[in-house]
């Protein structure tokens, strides 16, 4: 398995936030090549303001080892973490993050300084025009429903 197919599925859970009128970001974290958790965002079901992805996945992925540091996991990402999630992947000390469509005004790297684990290695950009694409999709249809 490669990078490529675990983006894939993480671009199906942005599918399932797509289907629900959530704001289509999904992700899934992988350990040892198997997929150990999924999540796709929730805030506007759930009424909670920090139900992105990544903060379900991380709960679950540590759920799942029994052990607060994903350090051996990879998180992939359809759009680049934002801070908060950033913040949280950093207290869990994720080893790697791969993500889509890169986020210019929420996004970790348009942050100065260092969010992430220093140990935490990131990289943006896989699949970024099927993440992109996708997001631009919601928000068009949200623009049309709502003039």
Known sequence: MNHEFFMREALREA??????DEIPIGCV???????????????????????????QAFTSAADYLRNKYLDECTLYVTLEPCVMCSGAAFWTRIGHIVFGAYDQKRGVSAISGQVLHPAS???GGLMESESAQLLSSFFQKKRRLNP
């Open 121 to 123: 290695k990131i990289e």
């Open 15 to 20: 599918q399932k936030a797509f289907d629900e």
């Open 29 to 55: 974290v992988v350990w040892r090549d198997t997929i150990i958790a999924r999540a796709y965002n929730r805030t506007e079901k759930l009424n909670d303001f920090t139900a992105h992805c990544e903060m």
